[in-house]
């Protein structure tokens, strides 16, 4: 029977040494100091789970404290400790610390998780434990229910890619903020409030900016739309509430506000008192 280094196994108590016990399974011994013996008086035939890791000299050590993961088990793991010449530290519930090297993390420090900062990892055995960033396929968190659109919901910042961000919920949600969507500086494991707008077979998106922006993102879409269609009308700033409610059904100032972002991105012109769609 072999033994499985970053998991829980199934062990024999060997023998009682000065500082510990020797554990067996098969034909592998492995040792079990005293602080992680959980204070238990064990003697030899005794059967115990010990989790397999490496301590912090690289000798192969067990432990009967329970981890948070393993390698058949990802999870979420908080930040215990920030290195940048090695990378992110991680409080797995044992003494041993996982560490997310450098070379998986972003070269902007600025994304860089802090302490008390929350990720979805993986565990992986290169020779020692390692922490790896896990991707929608690796998370198996399966959510009770659906999330219900334009609620808001807490989750943490999984991945920042150059078309927007990740967010996953606790429950195994996954929504995807677009970068239009995000308005200040994120960070990886940040913990973000996202209002769920929209559900695709590709799944969720949702968006980080206020609510006032995303209105506003929504109203200059449903006028783009319009101008799409018809090129040109004869509404303008200038135009009664009444002319705009009849068309758009949106306030004046709602409505204004939406043809300057238009204007700014450049989407429409002003001639002759209409509004037209510049033609790319």
Not at 70 to 90: A, H, R
Not at 203 to 208: F, H, K, M, R
Not at 242 to 247: F, H, Q, T, Y
Request: hydrophobic share 40%; aromatic share 10%.
């Amino acid at each position: 029977m072999a033994i499985y280094i970053g998991d829980v196994n199934h062990m024999v108590v060997n023998r009682k040494t000065d500082i510990g016990y020797m554990l067996d399974k098969g034909l592998d011994q492995v040792f079990l100091h005293n602080n992680e013996s959980l204070h238990q008086e064990l003697k030899a035939g005794d059967e115990v789970d010990a989790f397999l890791y490496f301590d912090n000299k690289g000798r192969l050590a067990a432990t009967l404290k329970k981890p948070y993961i393993t390698v058949t088990k990802p999870g979420f793991l908080k930040v215990s400790d920030v290195k940048e010449d090695l990378g992110v530290f991680f409080d797995m519930g044992i003494a041993k610390e996982l560490l997310l090297s450098y070379e998986d993390l972003p070269n902007n420090r600025d994304q860089w998780p802090k302490v008390g900062d929350t990720l979805y990892l993986y565990l992986k055995v290169k020779g020692k434990l390692v922490a790896k960033l896990a991707s929608k396929q690796d998370v198996l968190l399966k959510p009770e229910k659906e999330l219900a659109l334009k609620s808001s919901v807490k989750g943490f910042i999984q991945r920042i890619g150059q078309e927007g961000a990740n967010v996953l919920t606790e429950d195994g949600h996954f929504i995807f903020v677009h970068k239009s969507m995000i308005k200040e500086s994120i960070r990886y494991g940040e913990e973000v409030e996202v209002k769920v707008t929209y559900l695709s077979e590709k799944g969720y998106t949702g968006s980080l900016a206020e609510q006032k922006e995303v209105q506003l993102f929504e109203d200059a879409n449903m006028i783009l739309s319009y101008l799409i269609r018809v090129e040109e009308m004869p509404l303008t700033s200038d135009s009664t509430p009444e002319e705009i409610d009849d068309v758009f059904k949106l306030s004046k100032k709602a409505f204004k506000r939406a043809l300057g972002h238009l204007y700014k991105e450049r989407k429409i012109i002003f001639e002759d008192g209409k509004t037209r769609l510049v033609k790319k």
